[in-house]
């Protein structure tokens, strides 16, 4: 998967590790899924589905706060969803760890659809 639509708002001035490589991740099987899958199921009606469901959307992604790097954003069925990504445990650049799903805020929902209608 290209990763075209990345949007910058914040900057760190260090990182604790260094950044997901987004665009190392692979296209078919990205997701690493282990102990962080009862957080993945605590938000009702989501789950490792819609988080794949995302990643299928064509989703915008923005840094976020550790210890995700990034927040993966996308409209599925008419929500806008946000999945923060980790990297990997094991250290495989080509996965991500999901930790969490959850919908968006209006706020970031507004920014997301402003984002993605300048594409």
Same mark, same amino acid.
């Given at each position: 998967?290209?990763? /075209?639509?990345?949007? @910058?708002?914040?900057?760190?001035?260090?990182?604790? !590790?260094? =950044?997901?490589?987004?665009?190392?991740?692979? /296209?078919?099987? =990205?997701?690493?899924?282990?102990?962080?899958?009862?957080?993945?199921?605590?938000?009702?009606?989501?789950?490792?589905?819609?988080? @794949?469901?995302?990643?299928?959307?064509? =989703?915008?992604?923005?840094?976020?706060? =550790?210890?995700? &790097?990034?927040?993966? @954003?996308?409209? %599925?069925?008419?929500? %806008?969803?946000?999945?923060?990504?980790?990297?990997?445990?094991?250290?495989?650049?080509?996965? !991500?760890?999901? @930790?969490? !799903?959850?919908?968006?805020?209006?706020?970031?929902?507004?920014?997301?659809?402003?984002?993605?209608? /300048? &594409?």
């Amino acid at each position: 998967m290209q990763i /075209e639509h990345v949007r @910058i708002r914040l900057s760190y001035d260090s990182w604790v !590790c260094e =950044p997901l490589d987004l665009e190392a991740l692979d /296209e078919d099987a =990205p997701f690493e899924v282990d102990q962080q899958a009862a957080h993945l199921f605590k938000h009702p009606h989501l789950g490792l589905d819609d988080v @794949i469901d995302v990643w299928d959307a064509d =989703p915008l992604f923005y840094p976020a706060k =550790p210890p995700a &790097h990034w927040l993966m @954003i996308a409209e %599925v069925d008419g929500r %806008v969803l946000v999945v923060p990504l980790a990297p990997s445990r094991s250290g495989d650049a080509r996965a !991500c760890r999901p @930790i969490g !799903c959850y919908e968006a805020t209006s706020g970031l929902a507004a920014t997301y659809r402003r984002d993605r209608d /300048e &594409h």
